[in-house]
Structures are given as C-alpha cells and as structure tokens.
C-alpha cells in the first residue's frame, strides 16, 4: 500500500496538522483543529512455528500462571535492565534505533529499545530478508504482508502464541478478527499473526466523512471560475486548463501545473493510475480490476477503468497540464516542493488534503484556500469499507523468542491494542497532544507548538523534538476509525466531538452550504457517486516462481509503457503504444498471469458476496 509510505514520509507535517500504504491509505497522525475529518484518513487507506515453549517461565500467558500483569514493575525498569529486539517491519521508513519520547516510553514500560529492520529503506531489502530467514531469525517481532507472513510460519521463523494470545486483556478485545485471519493458517487451529489496523467498526461500513479517493481540487480556485458542474473527465480537464491559465505560478512566482505525478510508487503499472481508477468503480489488483460490483476484468481491457485513466492523463498531457518534472520526481519531492506549495491542483487522496494545508496562513483559510471533494457527475467511486479484520499486514512474534523477552514482547503488543497505546501510536502523548476533559479527547492549547517543533518537549520526556521521537514502526494493530473506548468517539483526531464543535474553515463552510451537508461520503453515497464493498482480510495464494516471473516481467512492461504513453505526441502514438504493449505482455505470458489472478482474486469476490 504505496499511500501509507506518504504517511510516513510526511509524518511531521500530519503531526502539525493533525495516512496509509502499501495503500490506504497509512507514524502517528494529527490534524489541526481546523481540520475537518476524513483528511487524514486510512483505508485499506497498499504475513513455522512450534508450539509455545514448554517452560512456564517463557509463556506469559501459561493457563496455570493466570494472566500476565504486564507492564513495568513498580518504579518502571532500569537503563541496565533493557532488552534490545530487532523489530522486522515491512512498512517502517525508518533503518535504526528508535529514539525520542517513544524510545522512553517503551523502555519505561515495557523495558524495551526497539531496534527496527525496514527492508524498504535498507539498500537491500530483499537481500536483507534472505539473510535473516537463512539465519532462522527474521526477528524477534515481525510485521509482513499477509502471503509473506505465512511463508514464514510455514518456515518455522513465526511463534505460536495460541496459549497466551487471549490471556492479554486488551488483544482478547479483537479475538473474532484475530482467529478469522489465523482461520487461514494451517489447519486453522493455531495463532500465529495479529492482524493490523483492526477496528471495532464492521467490515461493511466506511466510518470517514470523506471518501479515500476522489477529485480533490482548489476550493479558492474552483470558486473563481463558477464553481461549475462537471460532468465526466473531459469537462474536468477543462476545469483544469482554466485553473493553469489563471494560476501558472503560485504566490512565490514558482511554476504549477494542474497535475503532478511520481514514479516510485509503481508496482504492477503505474501507481497514480491505479488510485484514480477508483472513481470508476474499480481497484487494480495485479493483472485484474476488482469491481465494485463485485466483477472482474483484465487490467489491459479497454473498457476497464485503467485505459480510461491513462486516457485521461495523456488527455491532459496534450494540454501542456502535467508537471514536465512528473516522469523523474519521487513522492518526496512531489509532496514538500509542489503540494505543499500550491503547485498542483488535483489531488486523489483525502489524506492529500491536509499535507496542502500545511503552508497556508490564517488569511489564507479564511479566505476559503485549501482543496475540497468536488463531485464528477458520472463517477462511481470504489470505496473499501473500515478495515475491521485487519488491513493486509500482520504482526508476530519471532520463533526464537521465549522467557523475559517474550512476557515483554507481548505486554507492549497488548498495549498497543489497548485505549492508551492505540492514542499514543496514532496520536502522541497524553498531557501534551491531547488530555481527557469531560469525558472526551482535547487539544492542548500548546499542542501545536510542539508538534510544529516550536516547543521542545518536557524533562519527563526526554526534551528535545516531538517529532523527531514518534514512534517509527508505522503500522498499528489497531486503526484510527476504531472506536475508543475511553471517550465512545474514533481515535482519529478530526472525529472527536471536541474539534467538530470548532468552526469549520471557510472551504468546508462553503462546501456544506452549496451541496446541502457536511459529510461528503454520505453526499456522495446518496447521490449514487460511490459504493462501498465490504473490507476483506484473506490470504491469497503465492506465486509459483515462473508466474512470479511473468508478473515481474509483465508489471515493469505495463508501467514503462503507460508513462511513455501518457507522454505520447498524439493519439495515433498512443494507440500505435498501447496495441504493442498489449502484444508484448502477451508474449510474456500474460494470459497465463491473468488467469492464475481471476482464481487467485475470486476468493476476495468470493467472500464479500458471503459465499
């Protein structure tokens, strides 16, 4: 999930502000308190072992023990006492030691320095997994994609916690979706992963106000020409033109376009494609298109939502509309340099909304700056319901791990199952981000401050910058859009009844006004714009390694060749590109790949039509 990286990437900022990926939509989030909710959303938003140790001293949830106590003993643990564990996580941006105010909090508690592998950003990734799995010790907690996670129990590199998994308050909490994911493993009477970002939610309900990908445009911009209907993506092209002609720089004098694109998220074909093929209806996965009505088409078919989009991007393309930068800048560079600037104008993501804030002033909000949802008439958004059994990843606990290190290992998971550990990871530290007032969460008057980096953090924390020590691992077992407990509200800073009392800045003001409510996902829903389809945690099948070859060979195929096309000098280029695109991947073996995904993805169709 390729969204969550910029979660990740532009955490300091979110924090500021108040993800979520591969996507996703994806550590730690804050909004603003003039932030409406939804912007910082998460979706679904881009995983063999023995049985348990035989010692009662290595199994902390041993029945005849009784349930652990967990946590530090009285006076917490001494700097002499820590344990160091190596954390194998597949979605951390960050290679190290965690540090800062988390590093203390988990030492405090839990007597743990949290030394995180991430292959993403290692150098080798795929030589760094090889080398730990050829040691038997991927690590000691671990936290891979679905598929992965189950080679690895199967390899015997993944614990069997199934006699102490329940014995821990706060994870007991989720044991319906727990044991529906290990349902999946082996014969399914063993627990092995805890599936990741949980809610208490349902699996058919979508709990943001604003869907994960629509059309998101300049709300000041927008105004200025009419604030017309658009009806299809060729009337948005136009919108878009007269955006350019009106706003060829931003305020700093530096060039803006209506569309800027990155590369580093493709995977099989192009990324920003593959995202706004959800406002018709379907999600690409792999060679096919999951509809949202429950059907199934080849990813190359040229009545599918992939053509369209690529059609709509050379479109634009032929206007002079897309950044020249596109086919060279990375998400980085696209977020901090133009996003955030002002410097392109359609966005996709609801969590791209916020990141465009981050640079505007008081005038500028009141002045109704900002992006907004503006509806296409015509679209049919594709949109996964609350990631109630988990969002494709999967946490573990390593094969190798018993005694002390394992009673710490699963106290800090149950706690970041638990009402403090999921605000801490997803929000920050209690006192400084948010206190509990009547019952319910508020900011601080000086959160912003600190997490603007305008203020260092208290003694007790350690000082320095809040967001230099935010917890690094970025992923949770439990999302945001869960209900806490604590306060019956979602976690997710802009649901809390204490910012929704707040003025609305004058963006959202207005776009309430024109289409007649607040709440975009229901004005979408009414107005026949989206659909949403249940969220579905299964374990698909792994690829052979002569398919993992042809979906290699066949994904760097479909993507070179959709930015060639998109860049393409006129139609009959494009067509003349597409047609031997078409012809190569087939000498690939595409059909045999097509294939293999129809019975591979029909299993997702499958359950979602509860069959």
């Given at each position: 999930m390729k969204?969550?990286k910029?979660?990740a ?9 108040g ?11 804050a909004q603003?308190?003039q932030e ?21 001293d ?7 023990a009784g349930?652990p106590?967990?946590g530090?003993?009285?006076?917490g643990y ?8 190596e ?6 941006n960050?290679?190290g ?9 988990m030492?405090?508690?839990f007597g743990?320095?949290l ?6 950003v ?5 030589g ?10 991927l ?5 891979l994609?679905n598929?992965?996670f189950?080679?690895?129990?199967e ?6 916690i199934?006699?102490s998994?329940?014995?821990?308050e ?6 319906d979706q727990?044991d529906?994911?290990?349902g ?16 208490n939610?349902s699996?058919d309900?979508?709990s ?7 059309v998101?445009l300049?709300w000041d ?9 658009i ?9 878009l ?7 060829p ?7 803006a ?5 990155w590369?580093?998220?493709?995977g099989?074909?192009m ?10 209806g ?8 999951l ?6 088409m080849?990813?190359?078919d ?14 634009a393309?032929?206007?002079g ?9 990375d998400?980085?560079t696209t ?23 981050i ?5 500028d909000r009141a ?8 509806p296409?008439s015509?679209?049919?958004i ?17 094969s ?5 290190k394992?009673k ?6 149950d706690?970041?199952a ?11 530290i ?10 319910r ?6 959160a912003?401050?600190?997490m603007?980096?305008?203020k260092?953090?208290?003694a ?16 949770y077992?439990?999302?945001?859009m ?5 306060t019956?509200?979602p976690y997710?800073f802009g649901?809390?009844?204490?910012q929704q009392?707040?003025p609305?800045?004058?963006r959202?003001?207005?776009w309430?006004e024109?289409y007649g ?13 989206m659909?949403v389809?249940a ?6 099948e ?19 060749a959709s ?7 006129d ?9 031997e ?5 087939n000498?690939?073996?595409f059909?045999?790949?097509y294939e ?10 499958d ?5």
């Open positions: 969204w969550k910029a979660v990437l532009s955490l300091a900022a979110m924090m500021a502000l993800a979520a990926g591969c996507g996703d939509k994806e550590a730690g989030g603003s308190s409406t909710p939804g912007e910082s959303g998460s979706e679904e938003q881009e995983p063999a072992g023995g049985e348990a140790s035989g010692s009662e290595a199994d902390p949830g041993d029945s005849e349930a106590e967990g530090a003993p009285e006076g001494a700097a002499d006492d820590l344990i160091q564990i954390v194998y996580d597949v979605a951390a960050y290679h030691i965690q540090s800062g105010w988390y590093a203390k909090m030492a405090e508690k743990l320095e030394s995180i592998l991430a292959p993403q290692s150098g080798d990734g795929a760094l997994y090889q080398t730990r799995v050829s040691n038997g010790n690590g000691d907690v671990i936290l994609d598929a992965d189950i080679e690895c129990v390899a015997g590199l993944v614990k069997d199934t006699g998994i329940y014995n821990y706060n994870l007991a909490v989720f044991k727990i529906a994911w290990n999946q493993v082996g014969d399914g009477s063993k627990v092995y992963g805890i599936p990741s970002e949980m809610t939610t699996a309900t979508y943001e106000s604003i869907p994960f990908s629509s998101c300049p911009y927008y105004k200025e020409l009419g604030s017309p209907e009806k299809n993506l060729d009337e948005l092209l136009d919108v033109e007269q955006m350019q002609q009106n706003h720089t931003n305020k700093d004098g530096d060039s376009y209506a569309i800027s694109l590369k580093d998220w493709d099989f074909g990324e920003n494609i593959l995202q706004t093929c959800k406002w018709y379907q999600e690409g996965r792999d060679s096919v298109l509809g949202n009505d429950n059907t199934m080849s990813i190359i040229e009545n599918g939502a992939y053509y369209k989009l690529l059609n709509f991007f050379f479109e393309n032929q206007r509309l897309i950044d020249p930068d596109s086919s060279t800048q998400w980085a977020d901090n340099q133009k996003l955030r600037n002002y410097r392109k104008f359609l966005l996709w993501y609801n969590w791209e909304m916020s990141l465009a804030s640079n505007l002033t008081d005038e002045a109704g700056k900002g992006f907004v949802n503006v296409i015509d679209m049919n594709y949109q996964v319901a609350d990631s109630y059994y988990g969002s494709g990843r999967v946490w573990g606990v390593g190798q791990v018993e005694g002390e394992e710490r290992i699963m106290d800090m998971l706690w970041m638990s009402a403090e550990g999921v605000a801490t990871m997803w929000y920050g209690e006192g400084i981000n948010y206190v509990m007032e009547d019952g969460f508020v900011q601080p008057e000086d912003t401050a600190y603007n980096g305008e260092e953090l208290p007790e924390w350690g000082g320095g910058s809040f967001n230099d020590g935010t917890q690094k691992l970025n992923q077992i439990v999302g945001s869960a209900i806490n407990p604590r019956n509200e997710s649901y809390w009844s204490s009392e707040k609305k800045e004058q959202w003001a207005e309430a024109k409510t607040d709440n975009q996902t229901q004005y979408y829903q009414d107005n026949g714009l659909k389809v969220n579905v945690n299964v374990v698909l792994s690829d052979t390694t002569d398919i993992a070859l042809v979906r290699s060979q066949c994904g760097q195929e479909l993507k070179d930015w060639r096309m998109i860049m393409a000098k139609k009959a280029e494009f067509d003349q590109m597409w047609t695109m078409k012809d190569k991947m000498g690939l073996g059909e045999e790949l293999f995904d129809c019975q591979k993805y029909q299993k997702v169709i359950v979602r039509k509860g069959n």
